[in-house]
């Protein structure tokens, strides 16, 4: 027979998580809308400054460094997407391939992917294979073309 302490302990224990569960989704839909004001910041800044879009059809001559600042803002934002569940591998590698499509694209992640991260976890460093698997293969098997495709 259970005594009532134990019965109080275990309804505790119980609120306790249901608290912290309820907590999780709460911070969950904060970062998701954090996320979705980024991207509109993203597109907000694509209207301002077109060099920033990676995949534009004749981009007025311009500082590369805004283009390269460009490319790493999406690659951070799929990345965040990425950890949250929110982009499988799929979407991913589709959303890599449009990206390296361009050959400044794929210059640009021969020259940063290998310090772009940490790779602190598993996660992150599949992540990054995938975004290296990719620019391999834009560098190899694609043609470059655009296709306005996001």
Not at 85 to 103: T, V, Y
Request: hydrophobic share 45%; net charge neutral.
């Amino acid at each position: 027979m259970i005594d009532l302490p134990t019965i109080a302990s275990i309804a505790a224990l119980l609120a306790v998580a249901v608290f912290l569960a309820a907590q999780q989704q709460q911070t969950r839909a904060a970062q998701m809308t954090d996320i979705r004001e980024r991207h509109f910041e993203l597109i907000k800044l694509m209207l301002e400054h077109p060099e920033l879009d990676y995949n534009a059809t004749d981009r007025p001559a311009g500082d590369e460094r805004m283009t390269a600042i460009g490319m790493s803002i999406w690659v951070a934002h799929w990345n965040t997407l990425w950890h949250m569940g929110q982009m499988d591998e799929k979407a991913l590698r589709f959303n890599l391939a449009d990206l390296f499509r361009k050959p400044e694209a794929q210059k640009w992640w021969t020259e940063v992917g290998d310090g772009w991260s940490s790779k602190a976890n598993r996660r992150e460093r599949r992540f990054i294979t995938i975004v290296t698997e990719e620019c391999r293969a834009a560098a190899t098997t694609r043609p470059v073309a655009h296709t306005g495709v996001r």
